[in-house]
């Protein structure tokens, strides 16, 4: 089994900063990528952004420049630096990380989530 422990949410003011991070543990045999998704309250849940080993990254457009998003393989975590926040940024955020189970299997993974608020 596998579990993602996500870390970093809270409230804070329009053009602050938050830092969030997600650790994978259990029976890892190989990750192909690790990210980030959000979901608003009414809304679909959409990619933030999104880090493959190979180092390739993916974000969306209304995150590109404020929001880095960065791993740290050998600890299995990857982290998501928020910076300029603004209050559409308000949703809980989702850790996912593809991995292989198995020799055939290949499975995405997902955390629990975290609320982060930005007030006006």
């Known amino acids: 089994q596998v579990q993602l422990v996500e870390s970093g949410g809270g409230l804070v003011q329009a053009g602050g900063s938050l830092r969030l991070s997600c650790t994978a543990s259990g029976r890892i045999f190989s990750v192909n990528a690790m990210g980030w998704y959000r979901q608003a309250p009414g809304n679909q849940r959409e990619l933030v952004a999104f880090?493959?080993?190979?180092?390739?990254?993916n974000y969306a457009d209304s995150v590109k420049g404020r929001f880095t998003i960065s791993r740290d393989n050998a600890k299995n975590t990857v982290n998501l630096q928020m910076n300029s926040l603004k209050p559409e940024d308000t949703a809980v955020y989702y850790c996912n990380a593809n991995l292989w189970t198995g020799a055939t299997e290949r499975k995405d993974y997902w955390g629990q989530g975290t609320q982060v608020t930005v007030s006006s």
């Open positions: 880090r493959t080993s190979g180092g390739s990254t």
